[in-house]
């Protein structure tokens, strides 16, 4: 929202979906590094120096933009530069962290699987309690002093990187091996070769995986490490629609604390975290410990489907403000607000109707997110799972990137048909409500096949860079194997 970048006043949300998608798409190549070439600790350490990098970019360009008058010629490249380097940066810590600090956990204990999904719990919790207050305090800092702001930031960065060096001599360093991506990618090949080979029946009248065709070249474990990433592919397809939504729901901003451009979209995401960081101590300490208690504890993919059914929710509430909205601007009941170069008739209504999606949005998070991770972690090949976890948060840059190519694309479709466009710049030329209706219906089918692939996935547990059993949820026994 600075004047340094001259632009329509609708292109700061694209940019954020483009950076978002860019930052997000990179954490599979950040796993992936973590998994095969370097240790995890030097990949964190080496992305969080990436990140200081880039914020010290966007301080430099903050400075340059606030001189008089601004030497726009500078401020620019050197912003966008920054917020490259940050979106490296980001790719390469946000796959490893979380893994980081579960591996802290041994393997051995008897309680593993209850540790581990009490830390990515908390883990997301301070996740979001950094986002509560880069939201309230560094949000409201840069409205006042944009440089102070980027300040802040760049010093927040630089003092987590000497936290994770001085904290490393207290923490357990696994020996994760290193994943054998090569092997695995040969190992499909030789498969694909084998295609062509009549098909026998298996043992138990069951038809020949493709995979298991690799068996006779490749070691049996990594035909198995292959088949699960397949497996769990599948699940994560099923979260880029999330994602989608995800964005798509913040989408309407209703202004009225009286700052400046998209102060108070900023301002709003604020019951999106408080939210979140309600729902998880409320959701750990009391619902699923109860749910245990009567002997109907959810199974991880039990969760995130639930989950998926609270943004369908989220995504009619969406709809609903809208709508009434739109009457109160058909009423008369408006203002006109001056944006950049453009003025429009906004309602005038409080922001706070926004509340409801915002909650069920948050509470939706923890359900997709949390025991998301926790899933991709325990689900992981030993050797794959920074790539695994990168592979989750992959969806979520993909989702970023369909937002933007989902609203272009329904945009020209109604358009055609119609003759308006859904989901104007102006949105009371448009009818964003039936947008947001057609995505809540959108999720609705894609809930039912993620629910088709959860009743047939099969638990795994892993131990030692071995598969110890595949456990069969619905018959409730694991079948060990050797």
Known sequence: TSHCFPRPYNQPSMFIYIFTGFAYVLTMVGGWLADAVISRFWTILGSLAVYFVGT????????????????VHLSVPLYITGLCLVAVGTGGSKSNLGLYGAKQFPEHSENLDQQLNTFFHWYYWCINVGAAISVLGVAYLQ??????????????????????????CGWYEPDEGQEQ???IVRGIVSASRRASRPVHRAPGGCLERWLDRANESRAREEVDDVKQLFSLLWIFLCFILYFTLN???????????????????????????????????????????WMARVGRELTSLERIGIGMILSVASMIAAALVEVYRREQVLNGNFFIQQISNHKIHAADMTVFVQVPQFLLGGMSEVMNLVTGQYFA????????????????????????????????LLNAISYKMTGKQWLPVELNDGHAEWFFLFLAAFMLLNTVFFLFLAQRYKYKTYRSYRLLADVNVNAGTPNVIT
């Open 56 to 71: 010290m970019f966007l301080v430099v360009s903050s400075f340059y933009c606030g001189e008089s008058p601004p030497e």
């Open 143 to 168: 409205e006042i002093h944009p440089l102070g702001g980027y300040v802040v930031i760049c010093a927040a960065v630089l003092l987590s990187g000497l936290v994770f060096i001085v904290g490393k």
């Open 181 to 183: 991506v090569l092997s």
């Open 247 to 289: 964005s798509q729901s913040q989408r309407l901003r209703l202004p009225t604390f009286g700052g400046t451009e998209g102060t108070d979209g900023v301002f709003l995401n604020v019951f999106n975290e408080a939210t979140i960081l309600l729902t998880i101590p409320i959701m750990h300490w009391l619902v699923y410990p």
């Open 377 to 408: 972690y325990t689900q992981a090949p030993m050797r794959a799972k920074g790539t695994v976890m990168g592979l989750l948060l992959l969806m979520r840059g993909l989702g970023s990137y369909c937002s933007l190519g989902l609203s272009a």
